[in-house]
């Protein structure tokens, strides 16, 4: 398994990165750069994820969030504050929502959620057509004579559908990738206790900002910072504003979750 570790080992406050769908730990260095000075940051990949192998079978967000508790057990971690960027934040969801009736084998000190995963899209009237429409021509086009017409032609069609991640995966992560974002974890936001703060690309796409202002809704005790010009990857795209949300959140000397 791929996993990095830095800051002070003294530090007071231990933080868990949890990444995004597909990517790998080292697309957070900045993140890093930003608060390793005074917490203790852990980063890592997920199985299917940068260097950590992909499961034997295609996992759901749940297995997802059992395997990291045997993680923060395997590292002896009691204790940390949780990010979580797209796809991390919707194990985060997973985990804290749960928590009630899934007790946790560490203590989850504050929660921060950038640009987070977990509501699930609602269809325009478009998409739906587009989707009926790939389906049947998916259909039409496994007939095998009609594949024996044009194998190379239809091959490349079913190639490219869908989303870049989604075509870049594996057999096994795209199963796991579909089961993840057809899950809607909405139910589960209310009944997260821990003080959250929700960090967002004004123009973000593929997580749109409304799903942001959702999740501070129904999150009881939620913050939500909006950073404009800035995308899916916010933090990236305006470092200098996100490097200012990090200072005010993990300031020297204190512990993170009080700051919110």
Known sequence: MAYTLAGPEDAKTTAVLLQGWGTDFRVYDYIEACIADRIRLVRFDFPGFGGTPEPKEAWN???????????????????????????????????????????????????VLIDAAGIKAEQTPAQRKSVRRFKRLKKFFAIPAVHWFAPDVIDEWLKNQGSADYRNASPIMKKAMVMAISEDLSDLLPHIKEDTLLIWGANDTATPLKDGKKMEALIPDSGLCVIENAGHFSFAEQPAVFAGIMANYFPAGSAAHEQI
Do not use: D, W
Not at 101 to 107: A, C
């Open 61 to 111: 967000v749940g297995q997802y969030a059992e395997f990291f508790c045997h993680f923060m057990e395997a590292l002896g971690i009691k204790k940390a504050v949780l990010m979580g960027h797209s796809f991390g934040g919707r194990v985060i969801i997973k985990l804290a929502g749960n928590e009630e009736t899934h007790p946790l084998p560490f203590e989850i000190e504050g929660i």
